[in-house]
């Protein structure tokens, strides 16, 4: 019935098409729009291309007996059957129960931030050198009654005695299939392993979702050190061998077109084709043109100049790439896949095939009042909440139906529905003071049950002055947005006022500084990006309400802004400009680690422009736009010929500012200023001072750039389209270009979207089609990308945030 009337919908009138992609098509029916789950592909994984490597040697993992050497930790037993077998041979049985009746007990900073316990058995490797292997491969087959999510940890650990250098120990988390045997592999490229004590398989109990069993059962077969051929690279900038690393969702029809080559045999001069999958035809011929760039020496392929829209493979002597797009909608199928995502990620809402309605009995509690946190979004691998990142989504959503409700109504639509949860969820967790329910970290279930053993009122709530300008910004653009509900627009009205109210009393009583929860990613906020907030929100309240005072509160609040960007050029010859410091003291530059809000500088100034076109001011604010896109041109070279954007300037001595320090780095280690210069060093020196990096410098587990890029991106959208300039435009383009495999690795970022796309780290809800992980980071004290099959947190853990950062980006693109 549903496809019928879609059909039906879809010939009356063209805006209510879907996509393209006839596959897609049809499994958003099959979801009823993402209603429930997108089917998983895993055809296009990178570990299914893994499994096709050629093994030149194998060992088991014991000679001897295949199950001596193993011990058991934790809760459960251990035991050895022929139950359930692959290789015809008793395997190991790992069981443990799914709660333990007790309660969780976190740290006194974060208190519900635990499991139950863990489940571990161990292999006692007894120093043995595996530098002959380089992968590990076993199968696993969960018997787990009612368990829609299953996954397992595998942990390797060297001797830390070794004085080689390398990885000494890590955890993998590995996303299975209940009831089925899954064939399994960690590629131990990254390991250090000539001392090898250990590996352990792993699990923690996370309490039980509606369906969950009293038990969970792991049979885990046929362990065995491999040697494969032609291993994927782990960190890097030069792409495996015989590889074309492109964009594998497509490129853009007016947009620059290239791949990174590494095929044997190429070099300069040596031809190329772009085929016609229809047809299997060339349509567009070129020869490889070799760049040296501040990265090293690479081979490309450019087809710009090919304009006609169709589906095309590249080759370059025998090797090809699977089929790709050429056209004007290339992101559309992402911005489904995302918002699949981002509805999975649902807390409070029964998600088919993922959990029941969770956590209704996680609460907050205000001056006697109690308020359910369960709602919005989990906010990442985890169960943890923060009210600010639904906020963020939320706009991104709004934004996305605002672009496309006139282009694909029926996917505006599911836009607009999925806004308008998260939006419920901002208000909900309002108490009347100015005060909201702002965060909780969160690692289990819970029983759904109020006043039963697992209750938990632990949930932050706060006056902050930055998030309640956000929260009424975002409250008025979601007025000026949603068209359908007369009386919640009315009511957005009056809350975005109040708000704004709120935030700034709370300023004026208080001033900037008034972070206290590191776990927030709030925390790292500087002064200057504050006050840019502080204009934009005013900015927003002006457009809805045309009150001058809003118009005036934002002109006066930039000035601030402006006052902390770099007028004067810096640098022996590259003369950089236009980034902006902290603060007035113009001691550190704004730089991220983890969560980004760089796009703030300029939606503040580009809303001014808009609301303000006739004030005074308006070409100071026009001269800060072309300023920082300059700094955003001036950027692009460190990284070519990829387009990720680097993270930007770095005074040497930015971690004698203790206060900015420590608020961007969490959990320093006693030497982070010797550190600190180490990592800055390794960018590339543009004066005595001043150093670009392409990665931030960091020290804690919160790194991964993705929301740092994309933010970035966003910027240089907007500045593309204030100052109508193609370079920034692209500049834009080229951070979805690297999302989605246009990256050292080939790997698309986007689980489901392109190919080549990894498992992710999403512990707690499973493998979901859209998953966006935290991003690529960099090892130790290095400036170079770092991106191994190893799949823990944070930068391999999927988080909203960074899907949201994605829909705000492509969106400026359709």
Same mark, same amino acid.
């Given at each position: 019935?549903?496809?019928?009337?879609?059909?039906?919908?879809?010939?009356?009138?063209?805006?209510?098409?879907?996509?393209?992609?006839?596959?897609?098509?049809?499994?958003?029916?099959?979801?009823?729009?993402?209603?429930?789950?997108?089917?998983?592909?895993?055809?296009?994984?990178?570990?299914?291309?893994?499994?096709?490597? &050629?093994? =030149?040697?194998?060992? @088991?993992?014991?000679?001897?007996?295949?199950?001596? $050497?193993?011990? %058991?930790?934790? !809760?459960? *037993?251990?035991?050895?059957?022929?139950?359930?077998?692959?290789?015809?041979?008793?395997?190991?049985?790992?069981?443990?129960?799914?709660?333990?009746? &007790?309660? =969780?007990?976190?740290? @006194?900073?974060?208190?519900?931030?635990?499991?139950? $316990?863990?489940? %571990?058995?161990? !292999?006692? *490797?007894?120093?043995?050198?595996?530098?002959?292997?380089?992968?590990?491969?076993?199968?696993?087959?969960?018997?787990?009654?009612?368990?829609?999510?299953?996954?397992?940890?595998?942990?390797?650990?060297?001797?830390?005695?070794?004085?080689?250098?390398?990885?000494?120990?890590?955890?993998?988390?590995?996303?299975?299939?209940?009831?089925?045997?899954?064939?399994?592999?960690?590629?131990?490229?990254?390991?250090?392993?000539?001392?090898?004590?250990?590996?352990?398989?792993?699990?923690?109990?996370?309490?039980?979702?509606?369906?969950?069993?009293?038990?969970?059962?792991?049979?885990?077969?046929?362990?065995?050190?491999?040697?494969?051929?032609?291993?994927?690279?782990?960190?890097?900038?030069?792409?495996?061998?015989?590889?074309?690393?492109?964009?594998?969702?497509?490129?853009?029809?007016?947009?620059?077109?290239?791949?990174?080559?590494?095929?044997?045999?190429?070099?300069?001069?040596?031809?190329?084709?772009?085929?016609?999958?229809?047809?299997?035809?060339?349509?567009?011929?070129?020869?490889?043109?070799?760049?040296?760039?501040?990265?090293?020496?690479?081979?490309?392929?450019?087809?710009?100049?090919?304009?006609?829209?169709?589906?095309?493979?590249?080759?370059?002597?025998?090797?090809?790439?699977?089929?790709?797009?050429?056209?004007?909608?290339?992101?559309?199928?992402?911005?489904?896949?995302?918002?699949?995502?981002?509805?999975?990620?649902?807390?409070?809402?029964?998600?088919?095939?993922?959990?029941?309605?969770?956590?209704?009995?996680?609460?907050?509690?205000?001056?006697?009042?109690?308020?359910?946190?369960?709602?919005?979004?989990?906010?990442?691998?985890?169960?943890?909440?923060?009210?600010?990142?639904?906020?963020?989504?939320?706009?991104?959503?709004?934004?996305?139906?605002?672009?496309?409700?006139?282009?694909?109504?029926?996917?505006?639509?599911?836009?607009?529905?999925?806004?308008?949860?998260?939006?419920?969820?901002?208000?909900?967790?309002?108490?009347?003071?100015?005060?909201?329910?702002?965060?909780?970290?969160?690692?289990?279930?819970?029983?759904?049950?109020?006043?039963?053993?697992?209750?938990?009122?632990?949930?932050?709530?706060?006056?902050?002055?930055?998030?309640?300008?956000?929260?009424?910004?975002?409250?008025?653009?979601?007025?000026?947005?949603?068209?359908?509900?007369?009386?919640?627009?009315?009511?957005?009205?009056?809350?975005?006022?109040?708000?704004?109210?709120?935030?700034?009393?709370?300023?004026?009583?208080?001033?900037?500084?008034?972070?206290?929860?590191?776990?927030?990613?709030?925390?790292?906020?500087?002064?200057?990006?504050?006050?840019?907030?502080?204009?934009?929100?005013?900015?927003?309240?002006?457009?809805?309400?045309?009150?001058?005072?809003?118009?005036?509160?934002?002109?006066?609040?930039?000035?601030?802004?402006?006052?902390?960007?770099?007028?004067?050029?810096?640098?022996?010859?590259?003369?950089?400009?236009?980034?902006?410091?902290?603060?007035?003291?113009?001691?550190?530059?704004?730089?991220?680690?983890?969560?980004?809000?760089?796009?703030?500088?300029?939606?503040?100034?580009?809303?001014?422009?808009?609301?303000?076109?006739?004030?005074?001011?308006?070409?100071?604010?026009?001269?800060?736009?072309?300023?920082?896109?300059?700094?955003?041109?001036?950027?692009?070279?460190?990284?070519?010929?990829?387009?990720?954007?680097?993270?930007?300037?770095?005074?040497?001595?930015?971690?004698?500012?203790?206060?900015?320090?420590?608020?961007?780095?969490?959990?320093?280690?006693?030497?982070?200023?010797?550190?600190?210069?180490?990592?800055?060093?390794?960018?590339?020196?543009?004066?005595?001072?001043?150093?670009?990096?392409?990665?931030?410098?960091?020290?804690?587990?919160?790194?991964?750039?993705?929301?740092?890029?994309?933010?970035?991106?966003?910027?240089?959208?907007?500045?593309?389209?204030?100052?109508?300039?193609?370079?920034?435009?692209?500049?834009?383009?080229?951070?979805?270009?690297?999302?989605?495999?246009?990256?050292?690795?080939?790997?698309?970022?986007?689980?489901?979207?392109?190919?080549?796309?990894?498992?992710?780290?999403?512990?707690?809800?499973?493998?979901?089609?859209?998953?966006?992980?935290?991003?690529?980071?960099?090892?130790?004290?290095?400036?170079?990308?770092?991106?191994?099959?190893?799949?823990?947190?944070?930068?391999?853990?999927?988080?909203?945030?960074?899907?949201?950062?994605?829909?705000?980006?492509?969106?400026?693109?359709?």
């Amino acid at each position: 019935m549903l496809s019928a009337i879609l059909f039906l919908c879809r010939t009356a009138d063209a805006q209510l098409r879907l996509t393209p992609d006839a596959e897609l098509e049809k499994a958003l029916i099959g979801t009823g729009l993402i209603h429930s789950p997108l089917p998983l592909d895993y055809s296009k994984s990178f570990e299914t291309n893994g499994l096709q490597k &050629k093994i =030149i040697r194998r060992e @088991p993992l014991s000679k001897k007996n295949r199950i001596d $050497g193993w011990t %058991r930790e934790g !809760f459960g *037993a251990m035991t050895f059957s022929a139950e359930k077998s692959v290789s015809g041979q008793e395997c190991i049985k790992m069981t443990f129960p799914t709660s333990t009746g &007790k309660r =969780i007990q976190g740290p @006194p900073s974060d208190p519900d931030y635990a499991t139950y $316990g863990n489940s %571990r058995i161990r !292999f006692d *490797a007894g120093g043995a050198n595996w530098e002959t292997y380089n992968r590990i491969a076993f199968y696993v087959y969960p018997d787990c009654d009612g368990a829609r999510v299953v996954n397992l940890n595998l942990s390797f650990e060297n001797d830390e005695a070794s004085v080689k250098p390398g990885v000494q120990s890590a955890s993998h988390l590995i996303n299975l299939v209940n009831k089925q045997w899954n064939s399994c592999f960690l590629s131990l490229d990254e390991f250090q392993r000539d001392k090898v004590k250990q590996i352990a398989f792993s699990c923690s109990i996370k309490g039980k979702d509606r369906t969950t069993g009293d038990e969970s059962v792991f049979y885990i077969d046929n362990i065995e050190l491999q040697q494969i051929e032609d291993p994927e690279p782990v960190s890097g900038w030069n792409p495996g061998k015989n590889k074309i690393v492109y964009s594998t969702s497509g490129y853009l029809t007016n947009s620059l077109k290239s791949a990174v080559v590494t095929v044997d045999g190429c070099r300069e001069g040596t031809p190329f084709s772009l085929i016609e999958t229809a047809t299997n035809v060339p349509v567009y011929s070129g020869m490889i043109t070799a760049a040296a760039t501040t990265l090293g020496h690479f081979y490309l392929a450019d087809f710009t100049s090919c304009h006609t829209a169709g589906v095309y493979k590249l080759k370059v002597n025998d090797v090809e790439t699977p089929p790709f797009p050429i056209g004007d909608n290339i992101w559309e199928n992402s911005l489904w896949r995302t918002l699949n995502f981002i509805f999975c990620q649902r807390c409070g809402y029964p998600v088919p095939g993922i959990h029941g309605t969770c956590h209704t009995d996680l609460c907050s509690v205000h001056n006697g009042e109690m308020i359910s946190y369960a709602g919005g979004w989990h906010d990442a691998g985890d169960l943890s909440q923060q009210t600010l990142q639904t906020g963020d989504v939320t706009f991104a959503l709004l934004e996305a139906y605002s672009k496309l409700k006139d282009k694909n109504g029926l996917l505006a639509a599911r836009l607009l529905e999925e806004a308008e949860w998260g939006l419920e969820f901002i208000l909900r967790n309002r108490y009347a003071d100015g005060y909201r329910a702002s965060s909780v970290g969160l690692l289990v279930w819970l029983d759904g049950v109020f006043n039963s053993f697992d209750d938990i009122s632990t949930v932050r709530v706060q006056n902050l002055a930055f998030d309640n300008f956000l929260y009424a910004a975002y409250e008025a653009y979601a007025a000026m947005t949603i068209d359908r509900d007369p009386r919640l627009q009315e009511y957005l009205v009056r809350i975005a006022k109040e708000d704004f109210e709120f935030a700034l009393q709370r300023h004026k009583d208080v001033g900037f500084g008034e972070f206290i929860h590191f776990y927030e990613h709030s925390y790292n906020t500087s002064e200057s990006q504050y006050m840019a907030t502080i204009s934009w929100a005013a900015g927003m309240l002006y457009k809805l309400t045309k009150e001058t005072r809003y118009a005036e509160l934002a002109v006066h609040y930039i000035n601030y802004t402006l006052d902390c960007q770099r007028k004067e050029p810096l640098g022996d010859t590259d003369k950089m400009a236009g980034f902006f410091y902290r603060d007035k003291s113009r001691r550190s530059v704004v730089h991220y680690i983890h969560q980004s809000r760089e796009q703030t500088y300029m939606q503040a100034l580009s809303l001014l422009c808009e609301t303000q076109p006739e004030h005074p001011n308006y070409q100071k604010w026009t001269e800060s736009i072309r300023l920082y896109a300059a700094y955003l041109k001036g950027l692009m070279k460190y990284v070519a010929p990829y387009g990720m954007l680097p993270s930007g300037v770095y005074h040497i001595n930015e971690y004698r500012d203790s206060v900015s320090f420590y608020h961007l780095h969490l959990w320093p280690p006693p030497h982070a200023d010797e550190l600190y210069i180490e990592q800055v060093k390794n960018g590339v020196q543009i004066d005595g001072e001043h150093y670009v990096r392409r990665f931030p410098v960091w020290f804690s587990i919160f790194n991964g750039n993705t929301a740092i890029h994309l933010s970035a991106g966003k910027a240089a959208a907007i500045c593309g389209k204030f100052l109508k300039d193609d370079e920034l435009l692209q500049i834009g383009l080229e951070q979805m270009y690297w999302m989605v495999g246009k990256n050292p690795f080939g790997q698309s970022l986007i689980f489901g979207e392109g190919y080549n796309y990894p498992q992710m780290d999403s512990f707690s809800s499973g493998e979901i089609v859209g998953q966006t992980p935290v991003g690529v980071r960099s090892l130790d004290n290095e400036d170079i990308p770092y991106w191994p099959q190893t799949n823990n947190a944070c930068y391999k853990e999927v988080w909203v945030t960074s899907a949201g950062k994605w829909l705000t980006l492509a969106i400026e693109y359709e």
